[in-house]
C-alpha cells in the first residue's frame, strides 16, 4: 500500500503549519501549501528539518489557474491524494455589521467559501484515485448559528458578519459535497480549532496551535466507518 498523503492549504503558519507537523508526524506525506512561494518553502524546510517527508505545492485558493496547478503537480507526483484540508481562511474587518463594506465579504467569501470550493472540485478526482479519502473543512464556532444564538454561549456577543457567515456557508458547503461522496467513501467534515492563539486575532485567541490542530487532525485521519456530513470541536459535534 503506498504512503498516505494530505494537502493543506495555508500552512506556511499557525494551525495550517501545526496541522502538517501533527499528521506529517504520524507518517503521511504532507503537501504543504502556501499561497507565497517564499514562505512555504520556509515552513516545508523546518518540517523537513524534523523528519517529516514534506514537500511545499504554490496555492492561492482564490485563484484558479494555481489551485489547477498545484492539482495537477500532485497528480503528476503522486497520482491520488487521502486528505485534503481546507484551512486557508481570513477574518475580514471586525466591525459591527452595519458598517461592513459588500466588498469586504465578498473579499471574505472569495477565500472562506469559494476557496474550500475551488480546491475540493479541482482535488476530488485524486482523492477519488485513494479509494477512500478525508475532508476537513476548517469552520469556526463562529459559524455555528446554534451557538450563535445562544445567548449564555461565549461567543453569542461576537458579531462579525463576513466572517462569521463566511463559515456558516461553509458548513453548509461540508453538507452538500458529504451527501455527493458518501458513496465514494470520501467524508467531509468540518472543524472547528477553537479561540486559538495567532496572526489571525493578533494572538489573543486562549487556545494553543497543538491543541487546535489537534481535532483536525483527528478528523483527517478517521477511518472508513466514520461520520460523515458533521461539524467538530475537539472530537465533540458543534451545533450547525
Ligand atoms: N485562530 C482562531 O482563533 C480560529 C478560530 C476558528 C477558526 N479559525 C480558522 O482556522 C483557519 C486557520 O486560521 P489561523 O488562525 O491559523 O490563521 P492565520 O494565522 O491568519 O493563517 C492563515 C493562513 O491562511 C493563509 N491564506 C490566507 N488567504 C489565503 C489564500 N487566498 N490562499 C491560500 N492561503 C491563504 C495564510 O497565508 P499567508 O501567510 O500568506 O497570509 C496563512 O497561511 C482559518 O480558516 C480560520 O478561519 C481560526
Redesign the pocket.
Known amino acids: 500500500m503506498s504512503k498516505k498523503t494530505a494537502l493543506i492549504?495555508?500552512?506556511?503558519?499557525?494551525?495550517?503549519?501545526e496541522t502538517a507537523r501533527q499528521l506529517g508526524g504520524l507518517g503521511y506525506g504532507i503537501w504543504l501549501?502556501?499561497?507565497?512561494a517564499a514562505?512555504g518553502d520556509e515552513a516545508a524546510r523546518a518540517l523537513s528539518a524534523e523528519g517529516i517527508d514534506v514537500k511545499a505545492v504554490s496555492?492561492?485558493?482564490?485563484?484558479e489557474a494555481?489551485v489547477k496547478l498545484a492539482a495537477a503537480r500532485v497528480e503528476a507526483e503522486d497520482g491520488k491524494l487521502d486528505v485534503l484540508i481546507?484551512?486557508?481562511?481570513?477574518?475580514g474587518q471586525m466591525v459591527p455589521p452595519s458598517q461592513q463594506s459588500v466588498n469586504d465579504v465578498r473579499d471574505i467569501y472569495?477565500?472562506?467559501v469559494f476557496?474550500p470550493i475551488r480546491v475540493t472540485q479541482a482535488l476530488l478526482p485524486l482523492l477519488r484515485n485513494a479509494g477512500s479519502a478525508n475532508i476537513v473543512m476548517?469552520?469556526?464556532?463562529?459559524g455555528s448559528l446554534g451557538w450563535l444564538s445562544d445567548p449564555d454561549n461565549q461567543f453569542h456577543g461576537v458579531n462579525f458578519l463576513g466572517?462569521n457567515s463566511s463559515?456558516t456557508a461553509l458548513n453548509g458547503v461540508t453538507v452538500a459535497f458529504a451527501k455527493e461522496l458518501a458513496a465514494s467513501g470520501i467524508k467531509v467534515n468540518a472543524a472547528?480549532?477553537?479561540?486559538?492563539?495567532?496572526?489571525?486575532?493578533g494572538h489573543s485567541?486562549y487556545?494553543t496551535?497543538e491543541q487546535?490542530a489537534r481535532g483536525i487532525v483527528w478528523l483527517a485521519t478517521q477511518d472508513n466507518d466514520a461520520a460523515t456530513g458533521s461539524f467538530y470541536f475537539d472530537g465533540a459535534v458543534v451545533p450547525w
Do not use: H, M
Open positions: 492549504t495555508g500552512a506556511n503558519k499557525s494551525i495550517g503549519f501549501g502556501s499561497r507565497d514562505r496555492i492561492d485558493v482564490t485563484d494555481s481546507n484551512n486557508a481562511g481570513v477574518p472569495e477565500t472562506n476557496g476548517v469552520s469556526s464556532g463562529l466572517y463559515k472547528d480549532p477553537g479561540y486559538t492563539a495567532t496572526d489571525f486575532n485567541g487556545r496551535v487546535a
